[in-house]
């Protein structure tokens, strides 16, 4: 989609493209660019059961079928639930079979 400009000249009218704005460049070819590593790590839901041993004591944050993301300590799990209590210290029971995606974030080994 083109834009146009009006430029007043000659009592008239004149329409002129603008030109668009273009980043110069792609990110892989900047010069002396390291790339970071990637730290977060992603359990799908399906795999929460089994993998729950990992979470440890760790922020987490638990993404939920219904669309919304619960940020908290991980404290405990059961066969059925895993139990969060986010930075206010109130508890959320969430069952398994709610959550879509549990994300946390592997400490750095520096």
Known sequence: MREWRSVFNDSRWIHKPQKQIRFPYQIEEIPN???MGKR???I???QVAERVAELGNRSVNVVLKSGHTVYGQFKKADDYF???HDNRSHPHI???TQI???IYDQSAGF
Do not use: P, Q, S, T
């Open 33 to 35: 660019h390291k790339k």
């Open 40 to 42: 977060m790590i992603r």
């Open 44 to 46: 799908g839901g399906h």
């Open 82 to 84: 895993i139990y969060v």
């Open 94 to 96: 969430l069952a398994f």
């Open 100 to 102: 879509d995606e549990v």
